[in-house]
């Protein structure tokens, strides 16, 4: 899947997020991608159930993976590990 | 499933839910289910990831789910939804 069908989850409000997913949906897309890592995860899932409960009722959770990022910061040498989720959404 | 293979993720550090979830793979439980809600639903992808890196290269991540819970509180009147998340896991 091409990045432009991909909303990665930072810390805006849940529903900036839900409105980005909207929007590639109205443009057409027939597949999102919400990805997020460490504490953004628990509002990726806020994400996908406010859409499917309030705006887009008849959408499809897909796939979900969960896997580990290494993130290496310049101020500690050693590497730390970050999880990871992703959740494919069908119109 | 019965509910006694299933780890609740709380607030407590991972580590300790890593090891819930080891006992009761060492206790001859094939599947265990990590359930959590709300913010603890990134500590239960966490659990899971450092279980499977760093305790059980073998263990299986099955379905992952995602839902929403209503919860009501004796504070406020009108109910909250909040989301939760089952993975399912085989050893």
């Known amino acids: ?18 409105l980005a997913c909207m929007t590639l949906f109205k443009s057409g897309t027939e597949e999102v991608l919400v ?8 509002r990726a899932v806020d994400v996908v159930e406010v859409l499917r409960n309030r705006f887009m009722p008849d959408m499809k959770v897909g796939d979900i993976k969960i896997g580990t990022e290494e993130l290496t910061s310049e101020e500690s040498n050693s590497p730390t590990n970050i999880s990871t989720i992703e959740i494919k959404l069908h119109r």
């Not at 091409?2 to 997020?17: A, E, M």
């Not at 990805?35 to 995860?41: E, L, P, Q, S, V």
């Open 35 to 42: 990805k997020a890592r460490g504490r953004a995860i628990s």
């Open 1 to 18: 899947m091409s990045r432009s069908n991909t909303v990665f989850i930072g810390r805006k409000p849940v529903l900036n997020y839900v």
